[in-house]
T-cell receptor, first 112, second 113 residues
């Protein structure tokens, strides 16, 4: 079964607001996490990653937070824009040389 | 964008016919992967390769075979397609396995009637 999941299937936000997309993982041994964005008709696009020795990592307008205590990963998008509308999903790796396990995805819809 | 090209982008075929999907990369990455993406499921790994002629099974490998005769090409073959193999197929590449992000192609939409 899935070991990576997302709390909400859809998220609607106002343009300009901040978005927070959440992901719960079940395996405490997971040590590497990735967020992907997927637009309609396209392949998943890498956004940001984080290793388990970190709690936070920032990119351009995005921040990933990792809470290992509760096995929770979140993606924060600042000043959400219409171009951010897409499906977002997280992926985790459990142990060295393990493959990635992907969550099902959540749709982010940005209201103008 | 990572230099990954999948072909064909769309294909419709009949049950029982053989189908081959191609993934071509220009990044010289060691690892290549084939996934399928279906509603209600996350991406599921079919097969992967860790070098020329080196391949291994993923979680949904039944009914699929792969070959990698050159670093840049990874082929996925459905020997006798079934309707349950209707899906969107994605190829991905990575420098290392698991500790570096995988980068994806834009997929092949395969319909088996």
């Amino acid at each position: 079964g899935e070991s990576v999941g997302l709390h909400l299937p859809t998220l609607s936000v106002q343009e300009g607001d901040n978005s927070i997309i959440n992901c719960a993982y079940s395996n405490s041994a997971s040590d590497y996490f990735i967020w992907y964005k997927q637009e309609s008709g396209k392949g998943p696009q890498f956004i940001i990653d984080i290793r388990s020795n970190m709690d936070k990592r920032q990119g351009q307008r995005v921040t990933v937070l990792l809470n290992k205590t509760v096995k929770h990963l979140s993606l924060q998008i600042a000043a959400t824009q219409p171009g951010d509308s897409a499906v977002y999903f997280c992926a985790e790796r459990t142990g060295a040389n393990s493959k990635l396990t992907f969550g099902k995805g959540i749709t982010l819809s940005v209201r103008p | 964008d990572a230099g990954i090209t999948q072909s064909p982008r769309h294909k419709v075929t009949e049950t029982g016919t053989p189908v081959t999907l191609r993934c071509h990369q220009t990044e010289n990455h060691r690892y290549m992967y084939w996934y399928r993406q279906d509603p209600g499921h996350g991406l599921r790994l079919i097969h992967y390769s860790y070098g020329v002629k080196d391949t291994d099974k993923g979680e949904v490998s039944d009914g699929y075979s792969v070959s990698r005769s050159k670093t840049e090409d990874f082929l996925l073959t459905l020997e006798s397609a079934t309707s349950s193999q209707t899906s969107v197929y994605f190829c991905a590449i990575s420098v290392e396995q698991g500790n570096q992000p995988q980068h994806f192609g834009d997929g092949t939409r395969l319909s088996i009637l």
